[in-house]
């Protein structure tokens, strides 16, 4: 009976170390890609492919499409955000575990963000003002991989959790879609949006996981 507690022991310790080396892997990757990106978008101002990506997305800018893309571009505003939060809250046990974490992410990443537009200084594609990385894009990237993070975490059935996780994916992806469409953002300003986004939740998945590790 004890060598088969000291085994399970060892198998969640070891589970537990394993999913600290992925985020921690995730984190410096994404952050690497990010400042690489940050750079080019300084020194280059409008990369190769923003224009021809952007013009294909803007093929079909007609009206229905302006519509949906502004119903979707509120999944990166805080009307959308906080009630989502707070449902995340009510529901999760594991978002609950370390309630402070997740709001300080939504903040943290958006100093990030507007300090890079910043640091980059690179114009978005119509008016004066300054784009990368992507807010709305940051924002709902943060909000989309920390529910992808936390359900991972809890006791649902796997097909239920895929589900969530896909649609989250697919509300991040949307919400990037729609700030190019509506000439919001350079395709790379979005993309700099899903890097910082990610990147910030993986930080914090490795502190946690890394943390319940060194207490097992």
Not at 36 to 62: I, K, T, Y
Not at 63 to 92: C, M, T
Not at 95 to 110: E, M, Q
Not at 183 to 207: E, I, K, Q, R
Request: charged share 15%; proline share 4%; with cysteine.
């Amino acid at each position: 009976m004890i060598d088969d507690l000291a085994v399970d022991h060892a198998r969640d310790r070891s589970r537990s170390v394993d999913t600290s080396a992925r985020w921690r892997l995730v984190c410096l990757l994404t952050l690497g890609a990010f400042l690489v990106l940050g750079v080019a978008a300084f020194a280059g101002g409008a990369l190769p492919g923003d224009v021809s990506v952007r013009q294909d997305l803007l093929m079909e800018d007609h009206a229905p499409l302006k519509v949906v893309a502004r119903i979707v571009n509120y999944g990166g505003k805080w009307q959308v955000l906080l009630p989502a939060s707070i449902l995340l809250f009510a529901l999760s046990g594991a978002a609950r575990r370390h309630w402070w974490l997740w709001p300080a992410l939504l903040i943290v990443s958006a100093l990030i963000e507007h300090g890079f537009k910043i640091l980059v200084g690179r114009p978005r594609p119509s008016g004066s003002s300054l784009g990368f990385p992507s807010g709305h894009t940051t924002a709902a990237t943060v909000f989309a991989v920390a529910l992808i993070y936390l359900l991972s975490r809890e006791r649902l059935h796997p097909a239920a959790r895929l589900a969530i996780q896909v649609g989250a994916l697919a509300g991040m992806f949307a919400v990037g879609w729609a700030r190019v469409v509506l000439h919001a953002h350079w395709p790379t300003d979005v993309l700099g949006g899903f890097l910082l986004g990610t990147c910030c939740v993986a930080s914090a998945a490795w502190w946690e996981t890394a943390r319940e590790d060194a207490t097992a």
